[in-house]
C-alpha cells in the first residue's frame, strides 16, 4: 500500500503575531481567526495562565446601541465575559475579565457584524489595574489585530 504524500502547506487560519511591552515587560500578542472563535493570546515568558470567553453576538436591542459610532474607551454593555481556566482570585479574575471585554469591544467597534465567540489567554504574571498598564494591554491588542 502506498503512503500518502504529506504536502506542507501554510496553516488554514490567518494569524499574525506582534511583540510589545505591557508596563515595561516584553509582551507577545498573537491573534488566530477561526470560522467559530477568534483567539487573542498576551503572553509574558511564554505561558498563558487565564483563558476568558465573551461572545461577541449581542441581542437585537443591543445591535442599535452597536450601530452608533462610540469612540468611548468604555466597554460595549451588552458583552459578558465568563472564566473558562485559570483565574488567581477575586481581584486577578475581575481584571482578566475587564482586559478580555475590552478586547472584546474594540473588536465589536470595528466590525460590528461580527458575531464570533472571543477566547482571551493572557499571560501576565502581573496584572495590573493602573491606567498605563491598560493602555499598552489595548494598543498591543490593536496592533496585532490587522
Not at 509582551?27 to 488566530?32: H, N, Q, S
Not at 483567539?39 to 449581542?58: D, E, F, K, M, N
Not at 474607551?73 to 481581584?91: A, V
Not at 464570533?116 to 489567554?121: A, D, F, T, Y
Amino acid at each position: 500500500m502506498e503512503e500518502p504524500q504529506v504536502i506542507p502547506e501554510a496553516f488554514p487560519a490567518q494569524s499574525n503575531q506582534v511583540q510589545g511591552n505591557i508596563d515595561g515587560i516584553p509582551t507577545e500578542a498573537a491573534v488566530l481567526y477561526f470560522e467559530d472563535k477568534i483567539l487573542v493570546t498576551l503572553s509574558q515568558g511564554g505561558s498563558l495562565s487565564q483563558w476568558i470567553q465573551v461572545p461577541l453576538s449581542a441581542p437585537s436591542a443591543a445591535s442599535v446601541d452597536m450601530a452608533l459610532a462610540d469612540a468611548s474607551l468604555l466597554p460595549l454593555t451588552h458583552l459578558t465575559p465568563k472564566t473558562l481556566l485559570g483565574g488567581g482570585g477575586e481581584d486577578r479574575e475581575s481584571l482578566g475579565q475587564l482586559y478580555a471585554v475590552q478586547i472584546a469591544s474594540h473588536i465589536v467597534r470595528r466590525d460590528s457584524t461580527e458575531k464570533r465567540m472571543l477566547v482571551v489567554g493572557l499571560g501576565i504574571p502581573q496584572l495590573k489595574p493602573e491606567r498605563e498598564a491598560f493602555f499598552d494591554v489595548i494598543e498591543l491588542v490593536q496592533k496585532v489585530m490587522v
